[in-house]
């Protein structure tokens, strides 16, 4: 089996303007990085078109509408504060939602063992009715509810090692007992939420606050209670929520990750998924804003993905 690499060259339409760290080159790195290293295990594949119903499962008809007319003719408009959208926006955001489904369809009918979608903009902070932390759409979130739609799953896990925690993820799947919520985040930080406290209505919210500085042996040991929360669980598909600016280089946060750890934490995910769901794991990106260590990490997180077949 391979592993998927879901893209689109809509993502150099999605003009954020000069200075923003939510960029372009970001997926042009990781592209071009993937593109050098000609992986012949790598199945390349563009997002399909999906119907909106599939979007509505995660967001409003009403802020589906308003993100809609939102799109400016030219320039730019902002959805808040650091949220930007321009005309390509439009197709950016549509097919950073169509890779996961993508992904997901191509796991399942044996495509791939394992995929992941190179795309922008993110989506972990994007709430059921609000865009925020340069989030139009919540990609991953559209990915558990699109498996339990369509192909009737129970136990979906989201993993989102993402240095700044996914508010928007848990906010849409607060009162859902089909959708465990994991993340990993420096705290007190950006965006404010992610307190061991915040459970989720069925204890499904399992949030790992981590303070500035911690370093990589801190981190692979406190991810040890993600790979136990598993365990319990028992997902039938996993999910990761995969930014990588918990790296020591990144410009926007400050824990000391390298990029062989994105390759630990990944492998030892997989290897525990054996188990329960068989390694059936899409991965989608959220941050990283220092090229470098994006292009490392996400090569060392697809490394691992493509051992497990």
């Known amino acids: 089996m391979k592993t998927g690499l879901i893209t689109s060259d809509t993502y150099q339409n999605h003009n954020t303007g000069d200075g923003h760290p939510e960029k372009i080159d970001r997926v ?6 993937f593109k050098k290293l000609d992986n012949k295990n790598l199945i390349w594949k563009k997002p399909n078109k999906f119907e909106n119903s599939f979007l509505i499962k995660t967001h409003t008809s009403n802020y589906i509408d308003q993100v809609d007319k939102s799109f400016p003719k030219k ?32 796991v399942q009918k044996n495509e791939f063992k ?9 989506g972990h902070h994007a709430e059921k009715e609000k865009a925020m932390g340069f989030c139009i759409y919540n990609n991953v979130a559209v990915g558990a509810n699109y498996l339990i739609e369509k192909y009737k799953y129970n136990k979906i896990a989201i993993i989102d090692f993402d240095v700044h925690h996914g508010n928007g993820t848990q906010d849409i799947f607060y009162n859902n007992k089909k959708v465990l919520y994991i993340s990993t985040h420096q705290f007190p930080y950006y965006p404010g939420s992610g307190t061991e406290q915040e459970k989720g209505k069925y204890n499904n919210i399992f949030n790992i606050p981590l303070a500035a500085g911690t370093s990589s042996e801190e981190y692979l040991n406190a991810y040890e209670f993600v790979l136990k929360k598993l365990k ?30 994105f390759y630990k934490l990944t492998k030892r995910t997989l290897e525990l998924s054996k188990s329960f ?33």
Do not use: M, W
């Not at 902002?78 to 197709?91: A, E, I, Q």
């Not at 394992?114 to 993110?122: D, H, I, K, Q």
């Not at 319990?232 to 750890?261: N, R, W």
């Open 75 to 106: 320039g730019y408009n902002f959805l808040d504060g650091d949220t930007v959208v321009s005309p390509g926006s439009k197709d950016a955001s549509k097919d950073a939602v169509g890779s996961i489904i993508t992904a997901i369809d191509g």
């Open 114 to 122: 394992n995929a992941f979608c190179a795309v922008r903009p993110p």
């Open 277 to 309: 769901c068989n390694g059936e794991v899409v991965s989608i990106l959220e941050g990283g804003y220092d090229l470098n260590a994006l292009q490392e990490s996400t090569e060392k997180h697809v490394n691992a993905l493509l051992e497990f077949n």
């Open 28 to 33: 042009t790195a990781v592209i071009d990085n």
């Open 232 to 261: 319990e669980f028992k997902p039938e598909f996993i999910l990761f929520s995969a930014g990588f600016d918990a790296h020591k280089d990144d410009p926007l946060a400050q824990l000391h990750l390298k990029s062989d750890d």
